[in-house]
């Protein structure tokens, strides 16, 4: 099992940046590739970054490339998401799961999530 508790969220106003973490216990840390998803009202939980285990390859949704940046530090057994320039359509919950292999960006291929943390953009 592999335990994901994540913090950071907050009320921040558009145009403004947060860094969101995520930490994890259980088994080895370095054995998982992690992702952030998000999930808005009403709608369906989507793949925002993936890093694989040893943090050399990283993907991520068109809607944030070039202002979200995801990265991790297995000593700290940590995942973080750097959110710049942020927009009130980055209003979610965001999440972070872990699943063995490579990244996808297919929720259900994953294994273990966190209970999600609120991030909320003022326009």
């Known amino acids: 099992q592999v335990q994901l508790v994540e913090s950071g969220g907050r009320l921040v106003q558009a145009g403004g940046s947060l860094r969101l973490s995520c930490a994890a216990s259980?088994?080895?840390?370095?054995?998982?590739?992690m992702g952030w998803f998000r999930q808005a009202p009403g709608k369906e939980r989507d793949f925002v970054a993936g890093i694989s285990w040893n943090g050399g390859s990283t993907d991520y949704a068109d809607s944030v490339k070039g202002r979200f940046t995801i990265s991790r530090d297995n000593a700290k057994n940590t995942v973080y998401l750097q959110m710049n320039s942020l927009k009130p359509e980055d209003t979610a919950v965001y999440y972070c799961a872990a699943k063995r292999t490579y990244v996808t960006v297919v929720a259900a291929s994953y294994d273990y999530w966190g209970q999600g943390t609120q991030v909320t953009v003022s326009s």
């Open positions: 259980g088994r080895p840390f370095s054995n998982y590739a």
